[in-house]
């Protein structure tokens, strides 16, 4: 059991945290779940059939402790920041050494996301999260939320699509969007 956790630990540590740090934009609390997270994962780790990878069922774990702690807060303040290509395909933009003002205008853009990422629902931030900020592929995602392959497609052009929406409307003024 050490020497599985050891490994898990020392394979997934940073993606984990920094995906929770996605879920919550708090550190210390992000800190007090990852926590969390490994107290489950040792509970469980006789549970664990091998059915998924490693790195499949402890974010699966993960992204359960942090809707439990969202229903227990009966709030949802997870945020997510990156730019996307808003065409079929859905990949990351890639930043290439942007000048002063690139970034000044690029930290504002990045606040709207997140603010716009707060009318997601958890599973279309999740989704988001998982695909873009971890760079899981559809199966991997599709193995931590339980859900099939097609369905993750799906949320995902959803959230693309409200995501869109909701920043189209932020820039109209109409900021006052109820949640997607």
Known sequence: MRTFFDELYENYHHD????????VKDRSLAEDLVQDVYV?????????NGKSSEKTWLF???????IDYFR????????????F??????????????MP??????NDEIQQ????????????RSVLIFRFIQGMSIKETAEILSWSESKVKTTQHRAMKALKE???????????????
């Open 85 to 98: 290509d808003w065409s079929e395909k859905g990949e990351q933009i890639k930043d290439q050494n942007k």
């Open 113 to 124: 996301v997140y603010q716009a990422l707060d009318k997601c629902t958890v599973d279309q």
């Open 60 to 66: 699966s774990i993960a992204r359960h402790v942090a």
């Open 72 to 83: 227990k807060q009966k709030r949802k303040r997870n945020r997510f920041m990156e730019f």
């Open 16 to 23: 984990l945290f920094q995906f929770l740090i996605y879920m």
């Open 101 to 106: 003002e690139e970034i000044a205008v690029q």
């Open 40 to 48: 489950r994962v040792m509970k469980s780790y006789d549970s664990f």
């Open 166 to 180: 909701i920043l189209e409307d932020m820039e109209e003024g109409r900021g006052d969007r109820e949640e997607a």
